[in-house]
């Protein structure tokens, strides 16, 4: 079982940085890759960034460039910094923990907004 709890949304000007934590809490049983979605009003969520546990990373075409994803395995801790922020970006942004070993085995956050304004 794991608990994960987003941090650092925000309100940002186009052309901004935020840097969004992800604090995983409770028992990892399996080994897990690490993610960050986001969902805009209407549409549907998507992949944004994701990182292997062997440390592999995935980004989505639209962030490759400005954003990164990266992991603390020692703090059970998973960030994404952004960085050129575009108002296309705004969305509600969601931490994943998905199980390598268990299908099916996922664990999503809360989620945290990010607001980019021009």
């Known amino acids: 079982q794991v608990q994960l709890v987003e941090s650092g949304g925000g309100l940002v000007q186009a052309g901004g940085s935020l840097r969004l934590s992800c604090a995983a809490s409770g028992s990892i049983f399996s080994i897990y890759t690490m993610g960050w979605h986001r969902q805009a009003p209407g549409k549907q969520r998507e992949l944004v960034a994701s990182?292997?546990?062997?440390?592999?990373?995935n980004y989505a075409d639209s962030v490759k460039g400005r954003f990164t994803i990266f992991r603390d395995n020692a703090k059970n801790m998973v960030y994404l910094q952004m960085s050129s922020l575009k108002p296309e970006d705004t969305a509600v942004y969601y931490c994943?923990?998905?199980?390598?070993?268990?299908?099916?085995?996922?664990?999503w956050g809360q989620g945290t907004q990010v607001t980019v304004s021009s």
């Open positions: 990182v292997r546990s062997g440390g592999g990373t």
């Open positions: 994943k923990a998905e199980s390598e070993r268990l299908p099916g085995y996922d664990y």
